[in-house]
T-cell receptor, first 113, second 113 residues
């Protein structure tokens, strides 16, 4: 089966611009998660979708971040406007059953200059 | 809340020597525990997981981990390091039920020939 796909793999934008990250989970996985790793820090949870509903968005840093999962398939994470501290690697993961673990994508490396 | 402690951000090990990466967790409920590996320029790959079955868990690439409730630990070991084991390793905890993962800070493993 295809894995979790994220794109773009890299994005460099200027402060104040908008960036949209996309995640395609494994087909049939109802659970989709976004995580972020800022350089030198641990990987931090951002939010969790179950199908198209936000189950837990307690990790979203502020209202400049907007996540959507229309139709319960792929998800987008928009940062608008981007700030320097938003730089990092954004990971997406999906799961169907926690006993099988969470499958991660390769991540999107976002650099805000 | 769940949390993970991984000590020693950088770990050097000689080729052929034992790999030991320590992970201690804190959880208010019986935990689900995971070890992930990230090779350079790749995403997070699941090494192994504990989901309340056998306490000694075997994973891919010769790695294994033992869940010790009394010590709140889930240390990762491999009897003989190989050059290809050079990567960053992350311990993570979840309370199950498809809840979010909480990650440790990671261990960057360097294998010395």
């Amino acid at each position: 089966e295809a894995g979790v796909t994220q794109f773009p793999s890299h994005s460099v934008i200027e402060k104040g611009q908008t960036v949209t990250l996309r995640c395609d989970p494994i087909s049939g996985h109802d659970n989709l998660y976004w995580y972020r790793r800022v350089m030198g820090k641990e990987i931090k949870f951002l939010l969790h979708f179950v199908k198209e509903s936000k189950q837990d968005e307690s990790g979203m840093p502020n209202n400049r971040f907007l996540a959507e999962r229309t139709g319960g398939t792929y998800s987008t994470l928009k940062v608008q406007p981007a700030e320097l501290e938003d730089s990092g690697v954004y990971f997406c993961a999906s799961s169907q059953d926690e006993h099988y673990g969470y499958t991660f994508g390769s991540g999107t490396r976002l650099t805000v200059v | 809340a769940q949390s993970v402690t991984q000590l020693g951000s950088h770990v050097s090990v000689s080729e052929g020597a034992l790999v030991l990466l320590r992970c201690n967790y804190s959880s208010s409920v019986p935990p689900y525990l995971f070890w992930y590996v990230q090779y350079p320029n790749q995403g997070l790959q699941l090494l192994l997981k504990y989901t309340s079955a056998a306490t000694l868990v075997k994973g891919i690439n010769g790695f294994e981990a033992e869940f010790k409730k009394s010590e709140t630990s889930f240390h990762l070991t491999k009897p003989s390091a190989h050059m290809s084991d050079a990567a960053e390793y992350f311990c993570a905890v979840s309370r199950g039920g498809n809840n979010r993962l909480a990650f440790g800070k990671g261990n960057q493993v360097v294998v010395i020939p």
